[in-house]
């Protein structure tokens, strides 16, 4: 089950955010060795947790599987103000209804092979489609690996690449936007053997969230 | 060479727009005239001993001797290029890929392929989440890329590679129709319009004024012979301008 949960309920089940913050540092300081994010008491936050941003979070049980993490491009994000220098120059959309796509995660433990045809891979990306939707968003910037960037085509997003890809931290990355078009949803779950929606949109707290309203131009 | 970042983009923009493995194919040869290659091949790896390289190509524009020949000689098991696309993410040279898998008969694949002008190339590999490998390689008699060519290279295989998948499922699907001369905003109104969304909501989504997205769904509808929006979209479903 996949939950979508904004900073702002996200202090409202303390309980839960604390369980998603230990599986970030497991994933991104444990695993992954990003060693600039490790805190001593075992949870992962940064100053882009604020209740303007929005956590899909994958759930067994409960236990967190899988997690990303959605930032607002109208506020400070990763690519304006930690690596600006990935666009070298060149404009990257921004507006109420493009986010930021970022920290996103599964549990090694349930990715049978590294090359990650498992049972929540799929349906975690599937969760952040369907949350894109859900909010009314245009599209999503995301910094990844070129190799994420032909699988985020096949699985029916039309992404443009902001920038030619370089060399980062040991590996390669590229700045895209991916944006979400009609047939998005259905090619993910096409793709990955889905019957219907993955994402519990029930829990979420409907009086209280914050649709995105006011449209702006693309090239906002 | 005039500023390589936006020449990739132009390049990348042409190829997005192509609609049949015709123009993907006269895209990248007109690209290899500015990347300085000769042949270029996109293409799946096989995944059972009896599918060769040619079964499982794309997009082919490798010179035809060289292809029967690699396939005559039952190269794919010994090309070092195909083993390293196997074992790394990383785009890379092919003299690199055989520097790291070096052994006689992945010497003699690369000693033969120089006899057919391919005496170096630049590989990028694609690994599907399903496990599947595939690969996008550019040969030339004489290949050097700077840094930024690289990384220009590298993206113009990515949306190479995301094209030729595109039109092969549509050959594999046998829609071979022309899309009746629908305009691209035309499409994305219809696909918006099929999704269940009014004019007023494309309009939103789109950034255009409603009375914009009736003017193309009604131009949409005159190109597709249809009275009404519901047979439009029927209609361009039947064609596979919409999925």
């Not at chain 1, 921004?94 to 349930?110: D, H, L, N, Q």
């Not at chain 2, 550019?138 to 060519?149: A, H, K, N, P, T």
């Amino acid at each position: 089950m996949f939950k979508l949960i904004s900073g702002q309920d996200g202090s409202e089940d303390p309980n839960l955010m604390d369980k998603v913050y230990r599986f970030r540092h497991d994933f991104f300081v444990e695993h992954l060795k990003w060693e600039a994010c490790r805190k001593p008491d075992g949870r992962e936050i940064d100053a882009f947790d604020t209740p303007e941003c929005y956590h899909v979070v994958g759930l067994e049980g409960d236990e967190v599987v899988s997690y990303s993490r959605l930032l607002p491009t109208t506020r400070p994000h990763l690519q304006t103000h930690l690596y600006p220098e990935i666009l070298k120059g060149a404009p990257a959309p921004s507006g109420p209804r493009i986010f930021e796509w970022t920290r996103c995660a599964v549990a090694p433990s349930k990715r049978e092979s590294s090359r990650g045809a498992d049972a929540v891979s799929g349906p975690s990306f599937t969760a952040v489609a369907e949350a894109a939707e859900f909010l009314g968003l245009e599209g999503l910037l995301v910094q990844t690996h070129p190799i994420l960037v032909s699988r985020l085509m096949t699985f029916g997003w039309d992404v443009e690449a902001l920038a030619l890809p370089c060399p980062y931290d040991g590996s390669t990355i590229l700045p895209i936007c991916a944006r979400l078009m009609p047939e998005t949803i259905d090619t993910h779950r096409q793709v990955f053997g889905l019957s219907g929606s993955v994402l519990d949109i029930d829990t979420f707290d409907l009086p209280r969230r914050r649709r995105i309203e006011a449209p702006r131009r693309r090239s906002a | 060479m005039p500023d390589i970042r936006q020449t990739s983009f132009d390049i990348i923009h042409r190829l997005r727009a192509t609609r049949s493995r015709a123009e993907v194919y006269a895209e990248l040869r007109a690209a290899g005239r500015i990347f300085g290659y000769d042949a270029f091949l996109i293409g799946g790896l096989p995944q059972t001993e009896a599918e060769g390289l040619l079964d499982c190509a794309m997009i082919t524009g490798w010179p035809d001797a060289w292809s029967r020949r690699y396939h005559c000689q039952g190269y794919l098991h010994q090309d070092p290029v195909i083993r390293q696309i196997r074992r790394t993410t990383e785009p890379f040279l092919w003299t690199d890929a055989a520097r790291l898998h070096e052994d006689p008969n992945g010497a003699r694949v690369m000693d033969e392929a120089r006899g057919f002008g391919l005496r170096d190339g630049f590989c990028v590999p694609f690994h599907d989440l399903d496990g599947r490998e595939a690969g996008v390689s550019f040969g030339s008699d004489r290949l050097s890329l700077s840094e930024d060519e690289r990384a220009g290279l590298h993206l113009v295989a990515i949306y190479a590679m995301s094209k030729a998948r595109a039109v092969s499922a549509l050959r594999a699907k046998g829609e071979f129709e022309p899309p009746g001369g629908l305009t691209d905003r035309e499409i994305e109104c219809l696909k918006w319009s099929a999704a269940g969304k009014s004019a007023w909501d494309t309009g939103q989504i789109l950034a255009i004024s409603s009375r914009t997205v009736e003017a193309h769904l009604a131009s949409a509808a005159r190109k597709l012979n249809a009275v009404n929006r519901v047979q439009s979209i029927a209609e361009a479903l039947r064609r596979g301008i919409i999925a």
